[in-house]
């Protein structure tokens, strides 16, 4: 849902501003699922050299890589209310790109930890005990730091740049 209404809201964005052209739609769409695609590619490259196998861990991962949509949205919103409709740039874009980046990160790092890091002092749900050697652990807790904080620093920064599909369609005047 966030995914969907983030490609409406940059094109109701794109509208305001006199971008909007039908391609714009197009392009957002493709521009985000390129983003959602590389991020769960990156993913489950790193559970597969990690060694982490999961059964629902496909949907689980499709469900975290949706969660940044949000904090772009209210990025999004909030800085070009704030910014007279100049942008996500300023302080307020900046600011508010922080917090929810923050918040994002801290979630993911919170709720991946259940995925990548499996609990070795009990049983888990299907009776089996997960243990993991430290420094097996260790890689991992790397890689959801990684992956929280630098990965969505980057994906979350390119979707809050909603002019960027949008130029390279109808910027250029390169439509033909």
């Known amino acids: ?36 695609l590389i991020e769960i590619a990156i993913l489950k490259l790193g559970t597969y050299i990690l060694s982490i196998t999961n059964d629902s861990q496909l949907l689980d991962l499709v469900a975290y890589s949706g969660y940044k949509f949000v ?43 259940y995925v990548l890091l499996p609990d070795s002092s009990g049983t888990g749900g299907t009776g089996m005990t997960h243990t993991v050697a430290r420094s097996q652990r260790n890689r991992r807790t790397q890689f959801l730091f990684l992956y929280s904080y630098v990965v969505q620093f980057v994906f979350m920064w390119i979707l809050s740049k909603v002019d960027s599909p949008s130029a390279r369609v109808v910027g250029g005047k390169g439509v033909v």
């Open 1 to 36: 849902m966030a995914f969907v209404t983030y490609i409406l809201l940059s094109t109701l964005l794109a509208g305001l501003r006199g971008d909007f052209h039908p391609q714009v739609m197009g392009s957002l769409f493709s521009y985000a699922l390129v983003v959602v």
């Open 71 to 113: 904090g772009v949205i209210v990025t999004l919103i909030i800085s070009e209310t704030l910014n007279a409709g100049k942008g996500t740039g300023g302080w307020a874009g900046w600011t508010v790109f922080a917090y929810t980046f923050l918040a994002n990160a801290f979630f993911l790092l919170r709720s991946l930890k």
